[in-house]
């Protein structure tokens, strides 16, 4: 089992950049799949971007590929989520999200309490 706690939410205005940062409890965290999604009032919960096991592949949503970037740190257990050029839309309480077997867009059985992130324009 794994524990995750976000954290690096915050406001930031149209443009700007944030670093969202997970930690995840464990000895086995490498062999995680992880995951951030997002979920904003009036909307579905959204997958953003995932990345495989010991790192190396990812996948990304259509709307935040080419500005949101998502790296992990096996030997700290912890997960990254680099967002650039960030819009009005991208606000939302982020998650982040853990599971064995492959990288996904879904079917993730942990998750953190998540962390806001306000983008105003």
């Known amino acids: 089992q794994v524990q995750l706690v976000e954290s690096g939410g915050g406001l930031v205005q149209t443009g700007g950049s944030l670093r969202l940062s997970c930690a995840a409890s464990?000895?086995?965290?490498?062999?995680?799949?992880m995951a951030w999604f997002r979920h904003s009032p009036g909307k579905e919960r959204e997958f953003v971007a995932a990345i495989r096991r010991s790192g190396g592949t990812a996948v990304y949503a259509d709307s935040v590929k080419g500005r949101f970037t998502i790296s992990r740190d096996d030997g700290k257990n912890m997960v990254y989520l680099q967002m650039t050029t960030l819009k009005p839309e991208d606000t939302a309480v982020y998650y982040c999200?853990?599971?064995?077997?492959?990288?996904?867009?879904?079917?993730?059985?942990?998750w953190g309490q998540g962390t806001q992130v306000t983008v105003s324009s």
């Open positions: 464990g000895r086995t965290f490498s062999t995680y799949a």
């Open positions: 999200a853990a599971k064995t077997g492959p990288i996904s867009t879904m079917d993730y059985n942990y």
